[in-house]
């Protein structure tokens, strides 16, 4: 079964959407548009009665719902109260303890999250969940071993619940990659890049669909825009 990404213009692409339960990287440097995919990935869960969760590990709720109500005038407030979408704010504690047991405060905090995110998830009975964003995670956590483990009990825990995940990453300026990318790339099940690239004496946005386990998708890089409906793919002349 397919799920709706809530991308104008993309679902056919990729055979219909997500596959269920699966999860998927949407990474690119800031200002790509990684957020703005979340947000109507979530939006597309909500309006069709979909209990969805949106997991921010760097922005306050409060600044997303103005972001998302300045770039499309949705009223998340309403599918709030309804239940349809559950904000949940867990970023990372800042140390106040010796540099040497700042491991113990990573695996506390990591053992915090995936206890947050499945009472959520159980509690909501959700169907799609967003964390935006894994960088910041593993940037905390600093141990490529450690990050391994917690990542793949994470993306294991969401698939056997049956729950179809975006995650964002961002990639830097200084390397073609997000912080343990291999160790993100190699977990997921999709990886969808958002990019820059120069048209004539402008800049505009692009995706590419790097991989998607189980799917005849596209490989072609595709400019978007986002407009007062959501994000939109521009189909290729």
Request: proline share 2%; net charge neutral.
């Amino acid at each position: 079964m397919r799920v709706k990404t809530g991308i104008i213009n993309f679902d056919d692409k990729i055979e219909g959407g997500f596959v269920e339960g699966s999860v998927n990287l949407v990474m690119g440097k800031t200002g790509t548009g990684k957020t703005t995919f979340c947000s109507c990935f979530i939006y597309e869960g909500a309006k069709n009665n979909q209990s969805t969760v949106y997991l921010t590990t760097e922005e306050r709720v409060e600044d997303i719902k103005k972001d998302i109500k300045a770039m499309f005038n949705w009223d998340i407030d309403v599918f709030e109260k309804k239940g349809f979408v559950n904000f949940l704010s867990i970023k990372p504690m800042v140390p106040s303890i010796e540099i040497e047991h700042t491991s113990r405060l990573a695996k506390s905090y990591v053992s915090e999250l995936l206890r947050k995110i499945t009472e959520t998830l159980e509690k909501t009975n959700a169907k799609r969940i967003v964390i935006d964003s894994i960088s910041v995670i593993q940037l905390f956590i600093n141990n490529q071993y450690l990050s391994r483990i917690i990542l793949t009990s994470l993306m294991d825990k969401l698939r056997d619940m049956g729950i179809t995940t975006v995650i964002s990453g961002t990639i830097t300026d200084y390397r073609q990659g997000i912080i343990g990318a291999e160790l993100i790339e190699s977990t997921v099940d999709s990886v969808i890049k958002l990019d820059f690239v120069p048209v004539a004496e402008d800049f505009k946005r692009t995706l590419t669909v790097r991989k998607m386990r189980r799917t005849n998708h596209s490989t072609l890089i595709y400019p978007f825009e986002i407009t007062p409906e959501g994000m939109k793919i521009l189909e290729l002349d």
